[in-house]
């Protein structure tokens, strides 16, 4: 079993910065496609991006575009998300989550295709 630790988040003013930690445990966290999903309160788990299992590849909703930027490094078992030019509008709980497929082809952005989920940590972008 995969268990994953979200940190980082916090209260931070529009237009400021965080940086978002996941840390996995196990010793085949760089054969697992990652991924980062929000949910605000009453409201769906939303796509936010996803990172293959090298790093090499990553993609993005459009509503995080250009502003997040997730990375990982597999020697210290961790996937981050670099979060930039925050709005009020990013405000949720960030969850991280592992598609359990070992050297998976596709980077999926549907909930229901990953396996394995933190516990969320929260991120509140005042106005």
């Known amino acids: 079993q995969v268990q994953l630790v979200e940190s980082g988040g916090g209260l931070v003013q529009a237009g400021g910065s965080l940086r978002l930690s996941c840390a996995a445990s196990?010793?085949?966290?760089?054969?697992?496609?990652m991924a980062w999903f929000r949910q605000a309160p009453g409201k769906e788990r939303d796509f936010v991006g996803v990172?293959?299992?090298?790093?090499?590849?990553?993609y993005y909703a459009d509503s995080v575009e250009g502003r997040f930027t997730i990375s990982r490094d597999n020697a210290k078992n961790t996937m981050y998300l670099q979060m930039n030019s925050l709005k009020p509008e990013d405000t949720a709980v960030y969850y991280c989550?592992?598609?359990?497929?070992?050297?998976?082809?596709?980077?999926?952005?549907?909930?229901?295709?990953?396996?394995?989920w933190g516990q969320g940590t929260q991120v509140t972008v005042s106005s």
């Open positions: 196990g010793r085949t966290f760089g054969r697992y496609n």
């Open positions: 989550a592992a598609d359990l497929t070992i050297e998976a082809k596709v980077l999926h952005t549907s909930a229901g295709e990953y396996d394995y």
């Open positions: 990172i293959n299992q090298s790093g090499g590849l990553t």
